[in-house]
């Protein structure tokens, strides 16, 4: 999160068979949310950090 210093991520993953699972609880100035993925492929990692990222730009949005 280069973008949100002082920015807090809390995270934990794990794997089940060939999937793998990712979540994490993200604080950061304006926004406070949850995120959570299941993959099973083997791009997962870049896949995650790349909806990770789309997500945080839908964060602390105005509705």
């Known amino acids: 999160m280069e973008r949100w210093p002082g920015a807090h991520i809390y995270r934990k993953t794990g794997t089940?068979?060939?999937?793998?699972h990712d979540s994490a609880l993200v604080e950061r100035p304006g926004a406070r949310y949850?995120?959570?993925a299941l993959c099973g492929t083997w791009r997962c990692e870049q896949e995650v950090?790349?909806?990770g990222r789309e997500?945080?730009?839908c964060a602390?949005?105005?509705r």
Request: proline residues 0%; glycine residues 12%; hydrophobic residues 60%.
């Open 55 to 57: 997500a945080d730009g």
């Open 49 to 51: 950090l790349a909806f």
């Open 34 to 36: 949850a995120i959570a």
């Open 60 to 62: 602390g949005a105005v």
């Open 16 to 20: 089940w068979r060939q999937y793998r």
